[in-house]
């Protein structure tokens, strides 16, 4: 089994990654929102463009920035 961040072979002590170092990095995604689950729901999907739209009009800009929520 491959490690998922970096495709080195598995450690049993730290399955599914290689090492304590690809663990944390993989919580890191979750952390700072890398990961997210998609939704449907029409109140999520509603309150990402307002937050979008309230971005672009504080003059927020997608190029160089940490995107409209605050991370990449």
């Given amino acids: 089994m491959a490690c ?4 080195e072979r598995t450690e049993a002590a730290y399955r599914p990654f290689c090492s304590r170092r690809c663990a944390d990095r993989d919580l890191a995604r979750w952390f700072n929102g ?5 939704s449907t ?3 999520d999907v509603e309150k990402a ?3 979008t739209e309230r971005h672009l009009s504080e003059g ?7 995107g409209p929520f605050g991370h990449h």
């Fill in 60 to 66: 927020g800009s997608s190029e160089g920035s940490k």
């Fill in 49 to 51: 463009l307002e937050e």
């Fill in 41 to 43: 729901d029409p109140e």
């Fill in 34 to 38: 890398s990961y997210a689950v998609p």
């Fill in 4 to 7: 998922p961040i970096c495709g």
